[in-house]
């Protein structure tokens, strides 16, 4: 199984849409998650950090569920320049006090005037 | 402006040659990173550093080497070695015990001809 996972899509929602997407992730111990936004042929920037009480920054909300092992970002009010890919990051332990992080594939979105 | 900086943009390898990736950091911070990321995959660590002059193994190091004789440079060599080099690579970087938040070059497209 691997470490992180999320539905690839492509997810195509009207502008003005709410859209969300989940992860799953399989290591228990895992303490932080990300979210990182990637553009076509560009480098992935962080967009928000997962907390277990949730976050929220504008129109994005992140939520962790630690019972169920999955981790959520919900997109409202979607606007064009959304359309991006939606990298889901967990971490793991590498050995020698040494933490890594670990990449879902992305789901793609697709926010369509 | 501080950031990752990254050479070349796109860069194409013959085969049987070693080719070198340049990444440069002025964030100061301590800890570097390569991965390699392929059309619909997740990005996979190659090597990492967390302090000059010292560096480990990722999960596909095999192919490359790397070095770290200054803090803010990490060039990833490309040898004849890797068979399938054709991929896009990002170097990161992150301060010293937050390794987790990281932030990314622009990226450099390695094309085998």
């Known amino acids: 199984r691997k470490e992180v996972e999320q539905d690839p899509g492509p997810f195509n929602v009207p502008e003005g849409a709410t859209v969300a997407f989940n992860c799953t992730y399989s290591?228990?111990?895992?303490?932080?998650f990300f979210w990182y936004r990637q553009d076509c042929r560009k480098e992935p920037k962080l967009l928000m950090s997962v907390y277990s009480s949730g976050n929220e920054d504008g129109r994005f909300t992140a939520q962790l569920n630690r019972a169920s092992q999955y981790i959520s970002l919900l997109i409202r009010d979607s606007k064009l320049s959304d359309s991006a890919t939606y990298l889901c990051v967990g971490h793991r332990y590498s050995g020698a006090g040494s933490y890594q992080l670990t990449f879902g594939k992305g789901t793609k979105l697709s926010v369509i005037p | 402006d501080g950031g990752i900086t990254q050479s070349p943009k796109y860069l194409f390898r013959k085969e049987g040659q070693n080719v070198t990736l340049s990444c440069e950091q002025n964030?100061?911070?301590?800890?570097m990173y390569w991965y390699r990321q392929d059309p619909g995959q997740g990005l996979r660590l190659i090597y990492y550093?967390?302090?000059?002059?010292?560096?480990q193994k990722g999960d596909i190091a095999e192919g490359y080497s790397v070095s770290r004789e200054k803090k803010e440079s990490f060039p990833l060599t490309v040898t004849s070695a890797q068979k399938n080099p054709t991929a896009f690579y990002l170097c990161a970087s992150s301060h010293a015990g937050t390794v987790l938040t990281q932030y990314f070059g622009p990226g450099t497209r390695l094309l085998v001809l």
């Open positions: 964030l100061n911070h301590d800890a």
């Open positions: 550093s967390q302090i000059v002059n010292d560096f």
């Open positions: 290591n228990s111990a895992s303490q932080s």
